[in-house]
């Protein structure tokens, strides 16, 4: 079985709570509106130290992204090769979340190209993981590919 992400973390509760619902809920701050990922005490921006959960539309672009090759654990081995990409939420930025992308193989991602939450449940609980966008394109918004 493989291992499930921890989920005991109170400053993380309410976002896991989310996930199960299918909806992607970040921290934004009461004082200045600046989004948060991870929560931290104090905002970056203003220095506020209340925040409320939002729920944000879970879209977002595609930022980075890396292959695995090989499985650091036994229990992914049958899974690699698999994609971990770096998503950039489109209304909240400047959040950018990790997650598996699924459904694409790696050389046929693009920096900037969009992608939507997709809420999955593969036994160890549900996961927020990236699917190409329906009906869109690819939208590059850097000239060459990350290193
Ligand atoms: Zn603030």
Known sequence: ???????????????WEGIDRGVLRVPRCETCG????PPRPRCVT?????????????????YSWTTVGRAFLPDFAEQV??????VELTHAKPIRMVGR?????ADRLEVGMRLVASFEDDG?????HWVQAEGCGIR????????
């Open 81 to 86: 090769p698999y994609t971990v990409g770096i």
């Open 140 to 147: 590059s918004t850097f000239a060459t590919h990350p290193v």
């Open 34 to 37: 600046a989004y948060r990922w």
């Open 124 to 128: 160890g609980g549900t996961l927020c």
């Open 46 to 62: 203003c220095g506020g130290v209340a925040f409320t959960w939002t729920e944000v539309a879970a879209e977002g672009t595609l």
């Open 101 to 105: 992308v699924l459904g694409l193989p």
């Open 1 to 15: 079985m493989r291992p499930a992400p921890e989920r005991t973390l109170r400053e993380l509760a309410e976002f």
